[in-house]
């Protein structure tokens, strides 16, 4: 069966989406992903979706399961390069993709991956209180 | 009605086919990107429904005119289980299935018409229309 490449980079994954997914397509991603974290202990998972038409709710609801487990496996999910049309689209949709940490581009993404516990400013102060 | 097409839609890879001549369409009839990418998307939720919960069906595309504006409309059609209650099946969040729930509500906020009639044991039919 067809599957998408995961890249190692040092210790993060990345991913470059660069056909239409079928379902199926998108299920293996999900798994392949959840397994190469652990066997790598990686500490983050870079998507770039650039290449990506439309995300309707099943995508979304990938995107989203990917950054829960990965959070559960400890590493960080950073989303990046969504088509301002596609953006659009998916908050019409009704999507906000809850839970999934986005970025403009790869290097943005990169960055956000590298700051501190790839945590956003509120999560680190909760991090600070407790 | 100016031209049509009828695309089956029976199993995950078909639903990218559905996809691709929404898009084709879409293009060669001028709408925007944002255009394009909603109707695209909303033809991608109602063939995945059909695949998921109507067994599969027809997706008929069209391109129609009122006046001097022209559209694009999507008839998907299955024999399917159908839907009990439309309402609640047209409720944000609801799902049957394991989907989010977004699928024909969503779709809805995406078109112009979304028009769908049901019957239980006989199958489900939503036509959706963007005009230009």
Redesign the interface.
Known sequence: MERIPILQMGQFLLVTIQVDMHDRLALALQDDLTNRIVKTQAQGVLIDISALEIVDSFIGRILGNIATMSRILDADTVVVGMQPAVAITLVELGLSLTGVRTAINVEQGMALLRSPFGASPEERDTHAQT | MLKHEVVEARS??D??VV??QA?AWAVEMGFS??E???I??AA??LA?NMVDYGLGGTVELEAIENGSRKGLRLTFTDQGPGISDLDLAMT?GYTTGN??G??L???K??MHEFEITSQVGQGTRVMITRWR
Do not use: F, N, P
Request: hydrophobic fraction near 35%; charge should be positive; glycine fraction near 12%.
């Open positions: 995950s890879a639903v990218l996809r691709q898009r990107l944002v394009q990418t909603k695209v998307t991608s939720e995945r944000d989907g989010l977004l699928g509500s969503g779709t906020r995406l």
